[in-house]
């Protein structure tokens, strides 16, 4: 019959294997002292494995929102330039279209003023 025996937390052997260990002699038992010690150092590797595979995602989270709210102002930026470029775009229509104005009623004086010359050296 096998009885359980524990050994610290959670490591249980059987009788059959504490048998082995007590005959093996000082060989067996720093071979138990390596598996528990593996599994020891795994389950610490696994936590902090864990650990930072969440400070991974919470980091890429807040890449992520960063590089969005940057998109977004970019968009918002070029969307302002867009429309102050048209509304520079109508004023300059409108400067050149009165700039036209005035040249053409710069044209009409200088043809008034030569036909008043004219007519005064004419008489």
């Keep these: 019959m096998s ?12 009788e059959a294997m504490l ?6 002699g000082s060989l067996a038992g ?4 390596l598996v528990f010690q593996t599994k020891q150092l795994q389950r610490r590797f696994d936590e902090l494995n864990t650990k930072s595979e ?3 995602d919470m980091l890429r989270g807040r890449y992520d929102k960063v590089i969005s709210d940057l998109q977004a102002e970019k968009a918002t930026l070029q969307t302002q330039t ?4 048209q509304d520079l775009t109508k004023k300059i229509d409108l400067v050149v279209s009165d700039v ?4 053409e009623s710069v044209q ?6 030569i036909v008043r010359e ?3 050296n004419g008489k």
Excluded: C, W
């Excluded at 048998?19 to 093996?24: G, L, R, V, Y």
């Design 82 to 85: 867009q429309m102050h470029l």
């Design 100 to 103: 036209t104005l005035l040249k």
């Design 3 to 14: 009885l359980p025996f524990y050994l610290g937390r959670k490591v249980m052997m059987d």
């Design 118 to 120: 004219t007519h005064r």
């Design 30 to 33: 720093f071979a138990a002292y």
């Design 54 to 56: 969440s400070r991974e």
């Design 19 to 24: 048998e082995i260990m007590m005959q093996s």
């Design 108 to 113: 009409e004086l200088k043809v008034k003023n």
